[in-house]
């Protein structure tokens, strides 16, 4: 039977997914994506503006490992076989709308960080491939 803790730690550890998830993007993939598009100005506003997007960027690959342990961690808590609700009633609803919840907020990070591996590692390399 999970804990009102457990609920709380999973949904803490949801939530820091989605944040490290979304530092990948701030980081590598809106920059990468701008330039791009030939908005290299408003990509050097940014790092003006935001000057410890040059440090995240130089260390692209660790805040992506970081990121990627977190959302394992997230999935291992989400999907564990040993995870069960409360069987009363109105715990149960509030601990199912929960894992709901978190689901959609794991599957959400997810999928923002597939889009920031592409756009940091992939996108470069395949142009260049294309090109030549």
Not at 8 to 24: C, D, I, M, N, R
Not at 74 to 93: D, F, G, I, N
Request: charged content about 10%; aromatic content about 12%.
């Amino acid at each position: 039977m999970s804990k009102p803790d457990d609920l709380t730690k999973e949904s803490s550890v949801t939530w820091l997914a989605l944040f490290t998830a979304t530092g990948t993007l701030v980081c590598c993939a809106i920059p990468i994506i701008l330039v791009s598009l030939g908005l290299g100005a408003v990509v050097a506003s940014m790092v003006s503006s935001l000057p410890f997007l040059v440090t995240l960027s130089e260390h692209k690959i660790w805040v992506f490992s970081i990121s990627g342990v977190m959302l394992m961690l997230s999935a291992w808590m989400l999907y564990r076989p040993e995870r069960t609700c409360p069987t009363v009633p109105k715990q149960a609803e509030l601990c199912h709308k929960t894992q709901l919840w978190n689901r959609c907020i794991y599957w959400f990070s997810v999928i923002l960080w597939i889009i920031g591996i592409f756009a940091a590692f992939i996108v470069l390399p395949l142009t260049i491939w294309l090109e030549g």
